[in-house]
């Protein structure tokens, strides 16, 4: 991975039906020896539920390509630092077998959005009766959510991520608990990286940071872990003039990322927030206070400058977006949420893009 990369094209989305429609085209658009690698926090409805297995094993028994007698494989990851760690990481790459010219470089998807019918929805969040007659209903009536559409330079990257993990010697799903609940990897190989060059066609400098767990050692590509997606994210906050506007699923405390807020507050002119309110469980877990802990001090500091927003609840829409802005010229989106774990300990992976 390199450090950041120049004249990519990016595509934003926030209504998840438009992603849905983006990846659906390039999807029917691969052709013989092309590849698709997806980083998936969830496979199913119900996020937890333990349905992802039924997925794997269909996705494992789909009959070999007639074209290239190759397999579509899924594989569980729990190479994590804890037992409560989350691999949360969710890209998309399509990748072309040969390139020939500059439309068939590498397009990666970086966001918050899981590939799941429940994220579904239109902009209008007027489709209740579809998602109703599709049994697309999990706990919300709606899904507010952003993702990215990346072409060029920095999709090799999104695919880097994915081929380290794919070729750690280290594999996953290989203990007891596994074993138990039949969480058994099939047998795969190493796959090779891409080969050709990528040659820029767009206006987008575009940065892609992780979190990795200094925690866990067996990641060999991160041995220490990696911290440059908290890192980045607080040297943008800093450098910020004029307004930041964030737009997140939890919003609660990380110090090093509040000390860097509180610092630029007095030079801005508004700090935006739109995040979703606590539901029961996270109650129970303390994330109203958590949430308070966030705001309250930039509220006694400069009490006129933060306006928080939230869906009106009868609306039963989730947010779930883990988006941030900076002065119309910094925009940072992926699967990294404002809190502690996705800044310290879970996989994460954003894409930080400065248009040129």
């Not at 990748?95 to 239109?122: E, F, H, L």
């Not at 599709?134 to 919300?140: D, E, K, L, Q, V």
């Not at 959510?145 to 990257?157: E, G, M, V, Y």
């Amino acid at each position: 991975m390199v450090t950041y990369s120049t004249e990519n094209s990016v595509t934003t989305f926030t209504v998840t039906k438009e992603v849905f429609d983006s990846v659906y085209d390039d999807l029917i658009a691969t052709k013989e020896n092309d590849r698709v690698l997806l980083v998936a926090w969830n496979t199913d409805l119900i996020p937890l539920k333990p349905n992802d297995v039924n997925v794997r094993n269909k996705i494992n028994k789909l009959p070999k390509s007639v074209m290239n007698d190759k397999n579509a494989l899924f594989i569980f990851d729990d190479r994590l630092p804890h037992d409560l760690s989350s691999q949360h990481q969710k890209t998309l790459v399509l990748a072309k077998g040969t390139s020939v010219d500059t439309d068939d470089q590498p397009v990666a998807y970086v966001g918050g959005i899981d590939i799941t019918n429940d994220r579904w929805d239109t902009i209008y969040h007027n489709a209740t009766a579809i998602r109703d007659e599709a049994g697309i209903y999990f706990r919300n009536k709606g899904w507010v959510d952003s993702s990215l559409r990346i072409h060029d330079p920095a999709a090799k990257d999104v695919a880097s991520n994915f081929l380290a993990r794919w070729n750690s010697p280290y594999l996953s799903s290989q203990d007891f608990i596994d074993d138990l609940v039949q969480f058994e990897d099939p047998s795969y190989s190493p796959l090779p990286s891409f080969d050709y060059s990528s040659p820029p066609s767009g206006n987008q400098n575009v940065q892609i940071v992780r979190t990795y767990s200094c925690k866990y050692k067996k990641w060999e590509f991160a041995p220490n872990g990696e911290k440059l997606l908290p890192h980045s994210r607080i040297k943008a906050i800093k450098n910020a003039k004029n307004f930041i506007y964030i737009e997140d699923q939890y919003f609660i405390v990380v110090p090093e990322l509040l000390d860097a807020l509180m610092k630029v507050m007095p030079g801005l002119q508004r700090l935006l927030v739109v995040v979703q309110p606590p539901e029961f469980m996270n109650k129970c877990g303390g994330f109203e206070n958590y949430m308070y802990e966030n705001i309250q001090p930039i509220k006694e500091k400069v009490p006129n400058k933060l306006k928080m927003y939230s869906m009106k609840p009868d609306l039963d829409i989730y947010l779930h977006s883990k988006l941030v802005v900076i002065d119309d010229v910094y925009l940072s989106d992926g699967s990294a949420s404002w809190n502690r774990r996705s800044m310290t300990s879970d996989p994460e992976l954003d894409a930080n893009v400065v248009d040129s």
